[in-house]
Each structure stands twice: as C-alpha cells, then as structure tokens.
C-alpha cells in the first residue's frame, strides 16, 4: 500500500507527513475524486503515519504490527464504514458516534473513514454533522466521495477538502505496459476508465475481449455500408445485453469507435482508443465528412438517453446500427 499511495498522490502523502509529524491533523478531512485515485489508501496511508512505531523520516514504515493491521482493516483504533447496501444509514452513524466518545485502545487517537459518503442517509448526514460542529476526543474522521456535490454542504464546510487527481494519460499507459498489457490495449482500457485498478481487471476479462472483437466485426460492416450489421446485432452482440453494466460496456465500445473516426478527421495524429484498428479507422474517416463524423457521435449519445428511459436494448442498437449505416453512407 505505501509505495502505490505515494506514487498516486506524492504530495498529498508528503502533505499529511508533515502535518502527522507537526501534531497538526484537523478533526475532519473530505477525499474527493474518481475511482482509482487512491481515497482509501491515502487515508490508511495517514492511520499508518499516526500509528507507526518504526517510521523513518516521516514516512510509515508498513512492517510493524500496527502498519500491517491498518493495512489489514484490523486495528482497533481505526474504525472503518462503507455503505450497508444502497446506502449508509443512521445506525452506522451512531455506532461511530459512539466510537468517537471512546478513548484510543492502542493510543490516544482514533481515525473515522466513512467511504462512499455520498451515500449517507439523509439522518445519517445530519447525526455526522452534530459530530463535526462539536468534535470530541482526539479524533479524526476522513469523508471519502465520488461526488462532493451529493454531500451536504454544511457537512463539506466542516471539512478539509482535498481534490485527489487521477494519473495522467501517458502515466497510467505506462503503467499498464509494465503490467504486461500491450500499448494498444492500453489505449483502448484507458478510454473506459481512469482507474489502473479497474484497467488491469478488465485486461484479464474474457468477455470484455470477445466483446470488443464483436462490436469491431459489427463496425466494420458499418463502415463498409454492410446492412449484415443489422443482422450482427442478434447473431453476435445479443448475448451482451442480458443486464445494464453489459449493455452499458457495449455503448461505451461503440462512443469509443465513432469518437475514434471523429478525432481522425480533425487530428492528424488523433490518439485512438481502438488503436490497433488505427489505420483502418483513419481510411474510413477519410471517405466521409467531418458533419457526418459528428452526426455519429450525436446518434450514439442519443441511444443512450433511450436507454436510460428503458427502451427495449434490441430496438435501440438496431435502430442504430441503420441510422449509422444512413449517416456514414447515404
């Protein structure tokens, strides 16, 4: 856990070095940003600099008993909630509340995460919030959200916040390479998502790779004013539509593709998602224009507002694939 946290978020680990070091921790800490950036583990990072008994400049050292029990969710002295179903309800926020009145049982501190804390119930906001406005004890509660915007901004007033910033494109590509994955399937993991994590899992996910093949088999027919694309839909994507996150995967697929065609009409040197299908994709989008690249992109997003709305996931992806037929083509 230390070396990923301080490779994720360098000066934030430096940061709450020095305020560990300095005595200066406030009473409440908001973590926000999207999945990947490592919220969990820089507030574990900061249970580590607390209860460390063999750190060395600052920096935990990860191998005594206290790192590893941090580390392993079993320390009595930080006390960890995350969402009991759909939501963090009120009787979780009283169980911390009265964690916060109990003394340390290894230490005079207790550390409080509440992950996903958008997530909190509207009762269960509002008991958090008496503990903010009037802390007791030495303690320190660490807030980690998706989406500050959904939290309370009396809460978030309360609150240091903390922006945490995923890695950059050409950083995590790297990454991912010295996982073993190849650059081009890089290129295609990170234009679904910014988490190395989730990048790496989908990497080993068969599906996720038969799944790819097919909506490129479905979309070089498309590009090849092939109307076996409307057949394709229920010979070969069919089977990706028994529930919402396939269906979802599959629409991010295909915005990935027409986003691709676009790009190479107006960069030279466009940076593909699909990118071992470069070549053919910048053939394609040199036959049509830069309106009907555009045309495409908003047809693809216009299936989704469908969806959203429960419209049968067949009807809208055979709708589509004439529509993109007509736009690219006719």
């Not at 994720?8 to 908001?30: C, D, I, V």
């Not at 460390?52 to 790192?67: F, I, L, N, W, Y």
């Not at 029990?69 to 002295?77: K, L, M």
Request: charged share 25%; aromatic share 8%; with cysteine.
């Amino acid at each position: 856990m230390k070396q990923k946290i301080t490779e994720l978020q360098p000066r934030l680990t430096e940061h709450f070095m020095k305020l560990t070091e300095a005595g200066k921790l406030s009473h409440a800490y908001l973590f926000a940003g999207p999945a990947g950036t490592g919220k969990s583990e820089l507030a574990l990072f900061v249970a580590q600099t607390v209860f460390c008994t063999d750190k060395q400049a600052g920096m935990p050292c990860g191998r005594c008993s206290e790192c590893r029990r941090i580390a392993d969710h079993s320390f009595p002295d930080v006390v960890e909630v995350a969402p009991d179903g759909a939501s963090i309800k009120v009787d979780q926020i009283r169980f911390l509340k009265a964690e916060f009145s109990k003394s340390g049982v290894e230490g005079t501190k207790k550390i409080f995460i509440i992950s996903d804390a958008e997530k909190m119930t509207a009762s269960a906001a509002n008991s958090l919030l008496k503990f903010l406005e009037e802390p007791s004890g030495d303690v320190c509660a660490f807030l980690l959200t998706e989406n500050a915007n959904l939290i309370l901004p009396t809460i978030i007033s309360r609150c240091q916040e903390f922006e945490l910033q995923a890695l950059g494109f050409d950083e995590l590509s790297e990454k991912l390479q010295q996982a073993g994955i190849s650059k081009d399937k890089a290129s295609l993991l990170l234009g679904l998502t910014d988490s190395l994590e989730i990048a790496i899992e989908l990497s080993k996910d068969d599906e996720f790779a038969a799944m790819t093949a097919d909506v490129w088999e479905w979309f070089k027919l498309i590009m090849t004013n092939d109307l076996r694309a409307f057949v394709n839909v229920t010979t070969h994507l069919k089977q990706y539509f028994s529930d919402r996150s396939r269906q979802d995967m599959l629409l991010d697929l295909i915005v990935l593709l027409v986003r691709d065609v676009m790009l190479l009409k107006f960069e030279e040197h466009g940076r593909t998602s699909f990118a071992m299908h470069h070549d053919e994709l910048r053939a394609f989008s040199e036959k049509i224009s830069t309106q009907r690249a555009c045309h495409a992109t908003e047809l693809v997003l216009d299936s989704r507002k469908l969806q959203a709305i429960n419209v049968s996931f067949q009807n809208i992806l055979e709708t589509l694939t004439l529509k993109l037929v007509s736009c690219y083509h006719e």
